[in-house]
């Protein structure tokens, strides 16, 4: 009797536990159709077809005649970066735009890697795909998805793509091979932009799962930052058995609640009870002057672009010195916000001239300046916290790099309950906003060891 009694309640406990579980629920992947007009009835083309950027002697007149027939607005005295990008330093880009920078010779940079494009949901989605050029014996190429964010570009992984395909070059013998494809978002660089409202981060990261199942990759890694970080979260919810690890080097998609209000408040006195580091708590506090100010005062072209894009995105479009101007203004201060108190922005500290141009110019021969605007538009006109993604926690191992001058902080202890098995965070000793385009060599590290922790965890399976 003792025994049946005994059975009972082991069997009671398994079945209640297995009821009471907490399911790992993912994202519904729907569906979608971004081309003109109506859906066809006839299956859609999967042809992935090589691609080039090209240019041309008009396209290159019609800028230099722009650029030369420029007008600049006086600066106030010692404004620096201050009030935007500051037009004495304006000038020095402008003339080395015209009279130095050589696009055909960019072109030729750009062509660098294998382009592609083929058409998912009713539009052309451009993507590099690298391979490696060489092997280890016995070793397979890892796949890794990498995305960008705005005002980004696919160039931006330029400097990262040989450090992670051909780490045996770079004195890197042990390190994990990859084979990269990198995409850009529709409607940014090379991509076409959709044609119908609703283009959400969801809606990228399914036609970005369809790309890699194309590509015939079944289990793949991702990695992604900005708007890619967010783009690559929704693709873990989506098919987080085929996103082997997540991997970000910033994070924008986690919310904040009553718990976060209080750390807020109290964490910089009892920063252990919170769970802060010490690096948490020399990135947090003041709070008010070193996350609410802060985001305050860089934030302000997020609200145009949620609201109005097409507004202000005609101008842009127009005008390529504006356009230069409104984009080298963030790689300026989302560098480092103390570059605004230098007349150059400190543009020059850690990128080209060349390097810089470069990415402008992929937003002027595409002429994508508005559809890349729009994308906060369609992500923010129904606020915070409304999305089924923003409320769904993400299972997929995750690695996390912090950049110490990133406008956006998110210590650990904030990531909890969206990212629930976080097997890496690592604070970087510089760098900011753009990861990849600044320090590549450091995100590139930390990739690779992100790698490895998940691929012995799987062998030890």
């Known amino acids: 009797m003792l025994l049946e009694i005994l059975l009972a309640l082991v069997v009671g406990t398994v079945i209640y536990l297995f009821l009471t579980k907490k399911k790992e629920e993912t994202l519904p992947i729907g569906d979608g ?31 230099h005649k722009r650029l030369d027939q420029a007008r600049f607005t006086e600066p106030l005295e010692d404004s620096y970066f201050y009030y935007g990008f500051n037009a004495t330093y304006l000038k020095k880009i402008t003339s080395y735009w015209r009279n130095q920078f050589d696009w055909k010779k960019q072109v030729e940079v750009l062509n660098r890697f294998p382009q592609f494009k083929t058409k998912v949901e009713g539009i052309d989605v451009h993507f590099l795909h690298v391979k490696p050029s060489r092997l280890p014996e016995g070793r397979s190429a890892k796949p890794l998805l990498l995305v960008h964010g705005w005002p980004g570009s696919v160039y931006e992984f330029y400097k990262i793509i040989p450090l992670l395909t051909d780490p045996a070059s770079h004195g890197l013998s042990d390190e994990p091979v990859f084979e990269v494809i990198c995409p850009s978002i529709p409607g940014y660089g090379f991509s076409e932009a959709p044609h119908k409202k609703g283009f959400t981060s969801v809606s990228c990261a399914r036609i970005f799962y369809r790309l890699m199942l194309r590509l015939d990759f079944k289990e793949f890694y991702a990695e992604g930052g900005d708007w890619g970080s967010l783009i690559c979260t929704n693709l873990a919810q989506i098919a987080p058995n085929h996103v082997k690890g997540l991997h970000l080097s910033d994070v924008v998609n986690t919310g904040l609640g009553f718990k976060h209000l209080l750390s807020a408040l109290l964490g910089q006195y009892f920063p252990k009870l919170f769970g802060f580091q010490e690096e948490d708590v020399q990135q947090l506090f003041p709070f008010w002057k070193k996350m609410v100010f802060k985001l305050l005062m860089e934030s302000g072209y997020a609200h145009i672009q949620a609201t109005r894009p097409d507004t202000a995105g005609c101008g842009l479009n127009d005008s390529p010195l504006g356009l230069a101007a409104y984009i080298l203004e963030k790689f300026a201060l989302w560098t480092n916000l103390s570059h605004e108190y230098l007349e150059d922005g400190g543009l020059e500290k850690k990128f ?3 390097d810089l141009l470069t990415n402008v110019m992929i937003y002027w021969v595409s002429g994508c300046i508005v559809s890349s605007m729009r994308f906060y538009k369609e992500n923010l006109k129904n606020g915070f916290g409304t999305e089924k993604h923003e409320k769904l926690a993400v299972y997929v191992p995750t690695g996390i790099t912090s950049f110490p001058n990133d406008f956006i902080y998110f210590p650990r202890s904030w990531l909890h309950p969206t990212y629930v098995n976080i097997v890496s965070y690592n604070y970087m000793p510089q760098g900011g906003h753009f990861a990849a385009f600044e320090e590549p060599e450091l995100l590139a590290a930390d990739i690779r060891q992100f790698v490895k922790k998940i691929e012995k965890r799987s062998f030890t399976k």
């Open 352 to 354: 080209t001239l060349d």
């Open 33 to 63: 159709w971004w081309g003109k007009g109506k859906k066809p009835d006839s299956e859609e083309d999967a042809t992935v077809h090589p691609f080039k950027v090209e240019t041309s002697e008009s396209e290159i007149k019609d800028l």
